[in-house]
Structure formats: C-alpha cells, structure tokens
C-alpha cells in the first residue's frame, strides 16, 4: 500500500462535531491528496498538498480544512460534520507532478 | 475541468472470457490516463497507466489502448480469472497534473 496509513479505518459522528481524518505516509513523497468516494461518482478530489504548509483546494473542498506540518503527515478537518459527508475517504501521494498516484486503504465516515 | 465518462458501470463476464471498459474524456490536453483496481475494503491500486504519446500498452493479460482523436481509451483484460472481479476506475489527467476519474466499472467474473 505504498506505505501509507489513514486513521481511523472506520468513524461514527454525529452532525455538527469536528472531525480530523489522518494520512500518514513513510515514502517522503512531495505530494498528498484527499479524496472521497461515493456511488455513483468515482474519487472526487477535496484538497491536496504540493509541499509542507502548501496547500490548495479540489473540486469538493467546501466543509473541509487540510493541514500538512510535516512532510509525512497530512490532515482532513470536517469542521462541523454534516450527513452529506458521510462517505469514504481516501488518502494518496504521489513523487513527483508526473508520477504514478498511490492510494491508502481509507477511511469510512458516518455521520448520523 | 476535465468530465470523464466510464462505461459500462456493471460488467459480468464468463471466466476465460475477456473484458472491455471504455472512457472518454473531455479535454484534448490530458496526457496521462492511468486505471485502478479496488477490491473491497481497499484503496485503489494502479494496474496500468498509458501516456499520450503512446497508442497501446501491455501487461500480461491486461492491454489499455488510447485514441487521442477520439478522446476514448479502453481497458482490456483477457482470460478472466475470478481474481479480476473488483471495481476499476480509469481517470485522465490534465498537464496540471489535475486527475479526474470515471466513476468506475464493478466487473463480476463468473466460475
């Protein structure tokens, strides 16, 4: 799995609290991505990060916050969960601009 | 942006027969078309990739083809095995390095 590690696998909310997802990688790689999965609508890209403290917003990015301090580490903040955010969500790195994207196991998310 | 459209989103298919998924993108700059395999309970996991400058490429029983004038790119496996069952997604990547997907294909191999 390219030596990366999401937590929690698995996450039950309830509407309105705070949510940190985690990515943590072991390939010193330049670039981390979040994204969610949803029937019906593939991998669809929240944020991504292009190098510690640079980040910038997907396609779906309303509702979540990043932040990357550490090459290794890159965090997803629900910032009040709601029940559209239920979902899966996937962590991936990737080298270098023109690299191959490698993705984590994921975490699923409830919220209810 | 990039919209890319993968069909069929079901495909079942005899084991030893073969298996072919299509996409088509939208925008004519996109120069790298990568597809994944997800299992259950998994991360997607890259099976093969083809860039623009290429028209076919090969790995064992999988084979990925690209029409640049078309806009469409195909997946195809050959000789199924129940193995291949899973979910494949292609995607298309702008040179932004932007990747958009399809929204996938659940590809069931029958015993």
């Known amino acids: 799995d390219a030596g990366i590690t999401q937590s929690p696998r698995h996450k039950v909310t309830e509407t309105g609290t705070p949510v940190t997802l985690r990515c943590h990688q072991t390939?010193?790689?330049?670039?981390m991505y979040w994204y969610r999965q949803d029937p019906g609508h593939g991998l669809r890209l929240i944020h991504y990060?292009?190098?510690?403290?640079?980040?910038d917003k997907g396609e779906v990015s309303d509702g979540y916050s990043v932040s990357r301090s550490k090459t290794e580490d890159f965090l997803l903040t629900l910032e009040s969960a709601t029940s559209s955010q239920t979902s899966v969500y996937f962590c991936?790195?990737?080298?270098?601009?023109?690299?191959?994207?490698?993705f984590g196991n994921g975490t699923r998310l409830t919220v209810t | 942006g990039e919209n890319v459209e993968q069909h069929p989103s079901t495909l079942s298919v005899q084991e030893g027969d073969s298996a072919v998924i299509k996409c088509t993108y939208s925008?004519?700059?996109?120069?790298?078309f990568p597809w994944y395999k997800q299992e259950l309970g998994k991360g997607p996991q890259l099976i093969i990739d083809?860039?623009?400058?290429?028209g076919e490429k090969k790995d064992q029983r999988i084979a990925v083809t690209l029409n640049k004038t078309a806009k469409h790119f195909s997946l195809h496996i050959t000789e199924t095995q129940p193995e291949d069952s899973a979910v494949y997604f292609c995607?298309?990547?702008?040179?932004?390095?932007?990747?958009?997907f399809g929204a996938g294909t659940t590809v069931t191999v029958r015993a």
């Open positions: 991936a790195i990737k080298e270098a601009g023109n690299s191959p994207l490698h």
């Open positions: 390939e010193n790689h330049r670039y």
């Open positions: 990060s292009y190098g510690v403290k640079d980040t």
């Open positions: 925008d004519s700059a996109s120069n790298y």
């Open positions: 083809i860039r623009s400058n290429v």
């Open positions: 995607a298309a990547s702008t040179p932004d390095y932007k990747l958009s």
